[in-house]
């Protein structure tokens, strides 16, 4: 399992780190997002309705039986995560030798 915690669909699989190959972390993420100049009203809006549907039992059941493990970050908090993940992926990309399509 290459994310930092063990999955709920299978908790029984170790983490790299577990399995001995540390800072190697890699997981799959999908976000909400809305244009950069939506009004904060609507921002605040979606990321309730998002809270509220992320912590119904049934959807979060749907995304574990999916292999997927459901996470709600702040506006704020996506905006600084995605920010690391791309920084973190144009190092990754760039020393390998990977060109821009």
Not at 22 to 43: G, H, I, Q
Not at 61 to 88: C, H, I, R, W, Y
Request: zero cysteines.
């Amino acid at each position: 399992m290459a994310s930092d915690k063990r999955m709920t669909a299978v908790p029984d699989v170790p983490t790299a780190a577990e399995a001995g190959l540390k800072n190697y972390e890699s997981a799959a993420w999908l976000a909400l997002l809305a244009p950069a100049n939506t009004d904060r009203a609507v921002v605040d809006k979606l990321y309730k309705a998002m809270v509220e549907a992320v912590n119904d039992p049934k959807v979060r059941a749907l995304f574990v039986e999916q292999g997927a493990e459901p996470l709600v970050m702040d506006p704020q908090g996506l905006k600084n995560f995605m920010t690391s993940e791309t920084t973190k992926w144009i190092g990754v990309i760039k020393k390998i030798g990977i060109e821009p399509m």
